[in-house]
């Protein structure tokens, strides 16, 4: 008898365990959870490039450029990640984005804009920044020129203010970002949208536009305008 009640309890604790084991394996994902980088394509209509970050509140902020028209669109903090891992959100520009992020830092989502519309695929940006971390001088051509003194942090963050040749007033970056591949975008508080590459050689090189110009930028003194238009990418595009 006394063999027969140590099994039972045995198995009663065995059970206990498996099933604590279970609440907490399947417990709810927090916002923090999600929290870090990420770097997505988006594809149909519109194809393009997104650099994005979670923050530990979960709210989103990101950048899309679109590689046709070579713009931006942005969202900034408005958006939110819950607690299972799901977005949604009217950018910048008017594109409803939606999806969700899987515990394996996978992103998966959809876009429509105007009865356009496409898909979101991307992943977590578990590299590291520092390669690319210090000040940048920059110069700019097209149908503008100028120079531009830029600062990339190991958050991945890309600041700066540039001069225009001939204008008495600077602007500088509303908001800029960088993932460990190298890729920067970024939008001015003019509006003024750039895509470009970061190498850990400290050389960069890239495309910006406005509504009223375009042309490239990068860490050498000569360049030659690249074409493209400004303002939201639908549009110009369709």
């Not at 509140?57 to 028209?69: A, D």
């Not at 669109?73 to 959100?89: I, K």
Request: hydrophobic residues 35%; proline residues 1%; contains cysteine.
């Amino acid at each position: 008898m006394c063999r027969r009640r140590t099994v039972a309890v045995a198995s009663i604790m065995i059970l206990s365990l498996i099933l604590l084991n279970g609440l907490f394996t399947n417990a709810a994902a927090a916002p923090e959870d999600f929290a870090g980088a990420y770097t997505c394509t988006f594809n149909g209509d519109i194809s393009g490039i997104a650099i994005t970050q979670v923050d530990s509140r979960g709210r989103l902020y990101g950048l899309i450029w679109s590689e046709r028209e070579r713009v931006v669109d942005y969202v900034a903090g408005w958006a939110t990640v819950d607690d299972s891992g799901n977005f949604a959100f009217t950018s910048a520009c008017g594109m409803w984005v939606e999806g969700s992020i899987l515990e394996a830092g996978i992103v998966s989502g959809t876009w429509s804009y105007l009865g356009y519309e496409g898909t979101v695929r991307g992943e977590q940006d578990t590299g590291s920044i520092d390669p690319y971390v210090g000040h940048y001088s920059l110069y700019i051509n097209g149908d503008y020129t100028g120079t531009c003194d830029a600062q990339i942090t190991s958050d991945g963050q890309f600041s700066g203010e540039f001069k225009i040749n001939g204008v008495d007033e600077t602007d500088s970056i509303y908001m800029g970002m960088v993932d460990s591949r190298g890729n920067i975008i970024a939008i001015s508080h003019s509006d003024t949208g750039a895509k470009g590459q970061v190498t850990t050689s400290g050389e960069i090189s890239g495309v910006w536009s406005s509504g009223d110009g375009s042309g490239t930028f990068s860490t050498q003194a000569a360049g030659e305008s690249s074409g493209g238009g400004g303002g939201c990418f639908i549009a110009p595009l369709f």
